[in-house]
């Protein structure tokens, strides 16, 4: 590596340098590696330190009320990003945020609902979604079909409390969008 | 990359650690950006335990121990009066080693404070302060820039201490701003700028937070730099004047060297180098690489194995969450300052304002006071130094549990009843007679002997017993309320809730 | 050739070296193995024996904590107290029992008020002793019976009510709480109010008791308390017992409390704090309405119970008042209903079944979308319609009469 800014004061590592074989250096040598050890032992609580065992989030499984009290069609529930869906009996859950960039989408919801298929799955829409950051458009099962989005919508596991018998969302399971929880 | 390859990368890396000739010994000093720091040579005098005891050393590595655990708990610790003593029970409890990162936080902080103030007996007690005969050194500047690094570090533990927002932060911080606001005239404002308002509160917290953890660190990093620049300025350690006088010995009047080293063309006149007689050779001296490096690397190991050691046994105190309604009784401040809060128990202005102001400013002007130049280096200078550093030590032990005795046993209130002017009892009590009394005894050993040197040792030395029996009485004797008790004698239970 | 480092220097940094590594490991040891990764090992051993096929994955693994937000304060019991909300396991021990009187779950959903709010302890803390709260500055311990039983070993009071009644403060009396509910009638019946303010109101002949459990222990007097316990809860039943022995020259008067009651009142006053800073969601017994004046709360009282009820029960009177029932509309948009058998005539050219049956206008769309009757129901509108219309009559014709006799 020449470099033009630095002088050649003429030193030279010695052609004679090569481990020492005496004991000298091999405790210099053994010191060396148990210091580097400790260190490395020594310092490691600082790194372990910084990575969080706790955590001051939302839960990311919670409880969103009693199936009776959801109407019919999608209720959007804003402090968790979810839109719910209720057909009579059967919920499911989708996610409102975007897989572009994270904004929440509004739900546009259909004249009329109709039969749609879209990828082999065949269902009930009621409308599509639409994401007002960059335009990005979702079907009603959450499939990405105009924007930059490059994911479908997620959809989540739902089940009853065996408690209190409240709808419980868990946005740590993802489930596919044919998935429905039939009360 | 083949073998030889990552092997003569291995040596281009190391080769300034490990030279084979004192010719590399050199180079490796020069062309290493760590190494570059150390001289070529360092003498074996400097290199020996007994000239230092590597207090200074050990100090910095104390610091750089305490900035890596700083900077660590930064990502930590909340600075919210709301969330400040939430961040620490968390630190104890919830975050890996977060436990070790607080007690070795806190441990190295009471070291760093106790450590300075050891460093500084030992440059005061090898009279390393002296600038010498030989070559004009500039130590006596040195000192006074130590005497302001002592005065940085316990502004450091003191905003520290502010930070984990109980009990005993939120009152020892109180008493030590009221003892500031003792000072005549503008002391209620140099205690409002602190706290940053009237009352301690988010921006007392705040304020501390920033200077504990940017402002001071890097002023005092900064200051640290010159201290440690001035010792290689001057030539390396005081001892040093040792290795001088057996040069001039051998050779009595060494040629004045031509070279002149200026800065630009705007420095002028000759560095201490160009003067100093000392050659160090093979007879007087070794490579700093790797001797001092090694040595180096030494110290460093057994201070942070014995830091973190500590650590492991010494606990960090929670109290409870400060409570501006609720006074802990007793109230104290850290311990560097309890001498102090003691003294300030007879009079706060003496004691707060012009005892510490006569300590600081006496520290700083001990080298153009004591001008004499022999025995530069040796501990307590010669035999009759000795000899007044005991008397020192007797008289300071015998005056200040005088004192102390005078303050438990006969306070000046209950002498004097029927006189009510404060400015009576500031002048008169305990505290004024113990500086009168070491500053009689200065002129005393001074009239006595016709040195300086012997006069400032014994008054240094009484000065040593005065701050340890102080601090420990603050500490030790000091219960609710502040009455005396006894070690042995139980302070009253402790009232509480349930 | 160079001098070389001494071997003995070499010696002295592999042993401090050495050092490093050995104290590097004991901090690193130090730090794993916490205590709560063995109660929820045995958790999983406890579920798998009782409770039979529960996927183990599903178990709570790691350190789990109820932030509870509204109320400042975090809980990490469930770390070690697993089985709390679990059904069957009442009779394993602690920490992994089932949460007794379960049914408390119901209004008092442990996300919204974890733990520590009614029980005390360090919610902290992950380890029993310090989580537990018996530590050197921690002001706030465990509301347990061990606790309890030092001041009552063989009757320990429930001091965990003392919790209860810091948000159930302003309820007469509570379910659940039997010694809060009998110090709370003591307070009514003893004249406490006499001598001393209690949330507004009371004499001035003693100290205000509102905020009396935020008083701090360094605020009491305890040199006449002959007792190991010196604490605020034990100087307060000493001194419901004997007000003189505790301070003397007292004016309070010995009320003769047996030590349970002594223990029930020091309960209740230890649980008056302030609650300026707690959400109103967790105060019962706050109603939080308008102020309105006896007259108006007389008149909103006979309409919801009076004969005209159903006409307000259905959302009539949002349109219409009906004045022989004292039914006021506050819009009056539609005519009253005491008239309507006249108005339906002149308008519609109906009868009011006819119109109730087969509307037309605005009160088409109204009873079409949104206040939908049964037939039942109407029936009931018609016939008090013709009640009200009967009563207006009435006092026509009693007025008419009045008016020829007075003049």
Not at chain 2, 402 to 421: H, K, N, Q, V, Y
Not at chain 3, 110 to 123: A, K, P, R, S, Y
């Amino acid at each position: 590596m020449a470099s033009t800014d630095t002088v050649d004061n003429g030193v030279r590592v010695s052609p004679e340098s090569g481990a020492d074989q005496t004991r000298r250096g091999f405790l210099g040598r053994l010191t060396a590696a148990v210091a580097a050890v400790g260190a490395l032992v020594a310092g490691w609580p600082l790194l372990r330190s910084l990575v969080p065992n706790i955590l001051y989030e939302p839960p990311k499984r919670f409880r969103i009320g009693a199936p009776e009290s959801f109407q019919e069609g999608a209720t959007f529930l804003e402090e968790h990003r979810i839109f719910l869906f209720r057909e009579s009996s059967s919920f499911h859950a989708i996610s409102a945020i975007c897989t572009h960039l994270g904004c929440t989408v509004k739900f546009a919801p259909f004249m009329a609902p109709q039969e749609e298929t879209v990828r082999q799955f065949t269902y009930r829409a009621l409308g599509e979604f639409q994401c007002p950051c960059h335009g990005s458009k979702f079907r009603g099962e959450g499939t990405n079909f105009a924007g930059p989005a490059p994911r479908p919508l997620k959809c989540f596991h739902l089940e009853l409390s065996p408690a209190t018998g409240e709808l419980v969302v868990d946005t740590a399971a993802e489930v596919q969008r044919d998935f429905r929880l039939v009360v | 990359m083949s073998l030889p390859n990552i092997h003569d990368a291995w040596q281009k890396l190391i080769w300034p650690w490990r030279p084979e000739s004192d010719r590399e010994a050199g180079s490796g000093i020069v062309a290493n950006f760590l190494l570059h720091w150390f001289p070529n040579r360092v003498s074996l005098r400097s290199l020996a335990f007994s000239a230092s005891l590597y207090l200074g050393t050990i100090t910095f590595i104390v610091f750089l121990v305490l900035t890596v655990t700083g900077v660590v708990l930064m990502f930590l610790y909340v600075p919210s009066v709301e969330r400040a003593y939430w961040s620490i029970k968390d630190l104890d409890h919830a975050v890996s080693f977060g436990w070790l990162l607080r007690r070795l936080h806190r441990i190295s902080a009471h070291l760093m404070v106790a450590l300075v103030f050891l460093h500084m007996f030992r440059v005061f007690l090898t009279g390393s302060y002296k600038a010498g005969e030989i070559v004009r050194s500039a130590r006596p500047l040195n000192w006074v820039i130590g005497v302001s690094l002592l005065v940085l570090t316990l502004l450091l533990s003191f905003t520290g201490y502010l930070l984990p927002w109980d009990q005993l932060a939120f009152w020892a911080i109180t008493v030590g701003t009221n003892i500031a606001a003792a000072v005549p005239l503008v002391g209620e404002a140099i205690r409002q700028f602190l706290l940053g308002g009237t009352i301690i509160g988010q921006p007392t917290l705040i304020r501390f937070y920033v200077l504990h953890c940017a402002f001071l660190p890097l002023v005092l990093f900064a200051v640290a730099a010159w201290h440690m620049w001035r010792i290689r300025k001057d030539g390396g350690l005081a001892i040093v004047e040792q290795d001088r006088k057996e040069a001039l010995a051998r050779e009595p009047a060494p040629p004045k060297k031509s070279k002149t080293y200026s800065v630009l063309g705007i420095a002028s006149g000759t560095t201490v180098q160009v003067n100093d007689p000392t050659t160090l050779d093979e007879s007087n001296s070794v490579p700093s690489t790797p001797f001092l490096t090694v040595r180096l690397l030494l110290i460093v190991l057994l201070t942070v194995a014995v830091s973190i050691g500590l650590s492991l046994v010494v606990q960090a105190p929670l109290e409870a969450a400060a409570n501006p309604e609720v006074t802990p009784n007793p109230a104290k401040a850290p311990w560097y300052f309890l001498g102090l809060q003691e003294m300030v128990g007879y009079s706060a202005l003496m004691g707060g304002v012009i005892i510490p102001t006569i300590v600081i400013l006496g520290l700083m002007l001990i080298p153009f006071l004591d001008r004499e130049q022999k025995g530069i280096g040796f501990w307590f200078t010669d035999g009759p130094g000795r000899k007044w550093g005991i008397f020192g030590f007797l008289y300071g032990l015998v005056t200040t549990v005088g004192c102390l005795a005078i303050a438990i046993l006969a306070p000046m209130r209950d002498i004097f009843p029927t006189i009510e002017s404060q400015l009576f009892f500031d002048l008169v009590n305990p505290a004024t007679f113990l500086l009168l009394l070491f500053a009689g005894m200065y002129f005393v050993v001074l009239k006595k002997t016709s040195s300086t040197r012997y006069a400032a040792i014994a008054t240094f030395c009484a000065f040593i017993i005065a701050f340890v029996l102080l601090t420990y009485t603050g500490t030790a004797l000091r219960g609710p309320n502040w009455d005396f008790y006894w070690p042995w004698q139980a302070w009253p239970a402790h009232p509480m809730a349930l | 050739m160079i001098k070389k480092i001494s071997q003995r220097e070499i010696l002295l940094v592999l042993i401090a070296a050495v050092a490093i590594l050995a104290v590097g490991v004991a901090a690193i040891v130090s730090d794993s193995g916490p205590e709560w990764k063995y109660y929820q090992s045995e958790f999983r051993t406890i579920v798998a024996e009782r409770i039979g096929d529960v996927d183990p994955a599903t178990l709570p693994s790691g350190i789990q904590q109820i932030w509870v937000e509204k109320l400042d304060r975090v809980d990490r019991c469930t770390t070690c107290h697993l089985g709390m909300t679990w059904k069957g396991l009442e009779d394993v021990e602690q920490p992994w029992t089932t949460h007794p009187v379960p049914e408390i779950f119901d209004d008092h959903r442990l996300e919204e008020f974890g733990c520590t709010v009614c029980h005390g302890g360090q919610g902290f803390a992950l380890t029993e002793y310090d989580a537990h709260g018996f530590v050197e500055h921690w002001e706030k311990p465990l509301l347990s019976d061990i606790a309890a039983s030092e001041y009552d070993p063989r009757n320990p009071p429930p001091l965990y009510e003392i919790q209860c009644n810091f948000c159930h403060r302003y309820e007469r009396s509570t379910r659940g709480m039997p010694y809060i509910n009998s110090a709370k009638e003591f307070v009514r019946t003893k004249g406490c109010k006499i001598c001393h303010v209690i949330n507004g109101d009371g004499g001035k002949l003693g100290p205000d008791l509102t905020r009396e459990g935020d008083k701090h222990a360094e605020g009491f007097d305890f040199s006449n308390l002959v007792s190991d316990q010196v604490t605020v809860f034990n100087w307060h039943i000493k001194h419901f017992g004997s007000p003189t022995t505790i301070v003397p020259g007292s004016i309070m008067p010995e009320m003769n409390f047996q030590s349970q009651n002594s223990q029930a009142l020091a309960m209740l006053v230890m649980s008056w704090r302030d609650d300026e800073d707690l959400p109103r969601a967790y105060l019962p017994g706050v109603e939080l309405k308008d102020e309105m004046t006896p007259e108006e709360i007389e008149s909103d009282r006979r309409m919801r119970e009076g004969d005209g009820a159903f006409f307000v029960e259905h959302s009539c009177f949002v349109c219409h008042s009906i004045k022989a029932y004292d039914i006021k509309s506050p819009t009056d948009k539609g005519p009253d209903l005491s008239l309507a058998p006249d108005d339906v005539r002149a308008r519609f050219n109906k009868t009011v079944e006819e119109f109730l049956f087969d509307p037309t206008g605005t009160m088409k769309i109204v009873l079409d979308s949104q206040i939908i009757l049964t037939d039942e129901e109407k029936w009931q509108a018609i016939e008090k319609i013709m009640k009200a219309y009967d009563i207006v009559k009435n006092r026509a014709a009693e007025a008419e009469a009045a008016a020829a006799d007075g003049s």
